[in-house]
């Protein structure tokens, strides 16, 4: 849709690239760090300034202990951590659960490393959790749980019941939890993030993922991390150094700047900012007769499509790029086969002005 999009000169509301300004510090920081020489490889776990930094974060936001030099793994991105972390820890014809709406890299990494992806359902529109259902979907192939919280699509934000319970099952199971959190300051209407490994007796079977591509508006920089017990970040960080090698140097320095200089209202506005994005567009959705599901945090809106043409959610979403000249990715990329077809998913990541443009060529559109 990126492409299509490109091709016509519309307004990119598909893919997650966040196009908002990067912080100075962080820029500044990279661009020395150019200068200063630091363009080689770095240790294979990430510079020591930015796991220093990540460390103290975890703690202070988080409430997760994570000593710098035995359980925290820079990443290439939060991809990176998420890839390095199956091949380290399954097999081929382990099943890991993960919750539907789900996003695509996650399904189709395990796909790829010939784990089977075993989809929850989360109730339609509400996203809440059936405890039971999940309960039932263990087998004795499930080796792991996977929690997006803030949720890509649908902005779920899982609450301490919700992942106590989800622990619970884990502590029973004796499974992993992977959960990526990298949309972890986008929270709206008092939504309140928190980390499955800061729950009693989660840690050690929780490999926490996160990154900076969405907070610091560096998607290209691919700069994630992982934390974990230090049984297992060994083993990541060797998967992770054969296919990556490390996370590119100047962006570590970067990123490692952003977390000690950018204070807690820094983070504040952001929410703030992102939240009244949010809200314009899914005011020009309803009155444009696209429905949404309102999210709580994340960047991504799920919106019903039926009034547009076509028989699948790929057809919708191309007709209302062609009417509109907005594009939008099919809801069906988010969900198993036949499901999501009247859904398009739409982000909210952009420029004050690209996104007006878009709320109003949504509004004057007239399905």
């Given amino acids: ?44 776990d990430g510079i020591a300034p930015l796991r220093a930094a990540i460390s103290r974060k975890l703690t202070e936001y988080n409430h997760v202990a994570a000593n710098p030099e035995t359980q925290v793994l820079v990443t290439a991105g939060a991809t990176g951590a998420m890839y390095a972390a199956c091949l380290a820890l399954f097999n ?47 087998t004795p192939k499930t080796r792991a749980i996977l929690i997006n919280t803030p949720s890509n699509p649908c902005g779920k934000v899982f609450t301490r019941a919700e992942l106590e319970a989800i622990g619970e099952i884990a502590l029973e199971h004796d ?8 949309y972890e ?47 297992w970040v060994p083993s990541i960080g060797y998967f992770h150094d054969l296919t990556y090698v490390c996370a590119p140097s100047p962006a570590q320095y970067g990123a490692a700047a ?11 506005h952001m929410s703030t900012d992102y939240e009244k994005k949010r809200d314009l567009l899914c005011s020009a959705l309803n009155e444009a007769g696209l429905t949404p599901s309102v999210p709580d945090g994340a960047y991504y809106v799920l919106a019903d499509a039926t009034i547009l043409p076509g028989a699948t959610a790929r057809e919708k979403a191309r007709a209302l790029l062609a009417k509109t000249g907005v594009a939008a990715v099919a809801g069906s990329a988010f969900y198993s086969k036949g499901r999501g ?15 007006q443009d878009a709320c109003v060529r949504l509004t004057s559109a007239n399905f």
Avoid at 175 to 182: A, P, S, V
Wanted: net charge negative; aromatic share 10%; proline share 5%.
């Fill in 1 to 44: 849709m990126t492409v299509e999009c490109d091709r016509v000169g519309g307004v990119n509301l598909a893919q997650g690239v966040c196009d908002t300004e990067l912080p100075a510090p962080v820029r500044e920081a990279a661009i020395a760090a150019i200068h200063h020489g630091h363009n080689i490889y770095t240790r294979l």
């Fill in 92 to 138: 081929p014809g382990d099943e890991i659960i993960l919750f539907e709406p789900f996003y695509g890299y996650h399904l189709n990494t395990m796909l790829a490393l010939r784990i089977k992806p075993v989809p929850q359902p989360l109730a339609a529109g509400t996203w809440e959790l059936d405890v039971d259902a999940l309960r039932a979907a263990v």
């Fill in 175 to 182: 499974l992993f939890l992977l959960t990526d959190e990298i």
């Fill in 185 to 231: 300051y986008f929270l709206f209407g008092g939504a309140k993030h928190v980390s499955a490994a800061s729950l009693p007796g989660l840690a050690e079977r929780t490999i926490t993922i996160s990154g900076f591509s969405k907070t610091f508006s560096i998607t290209g920089w691919r700069i994630g991390y992982l934390a974990a017990d230090a049984r």
């Fill in 258 to 268: 952003g977390l000690a200089q950018l204070d807690a209202d820094f983070y504040r």
């Fill in 341 to 355: 077809e009247k859904l398009l998913r739409f982000c909210f990541a952009k420029q004050d002005e690209a996104l």
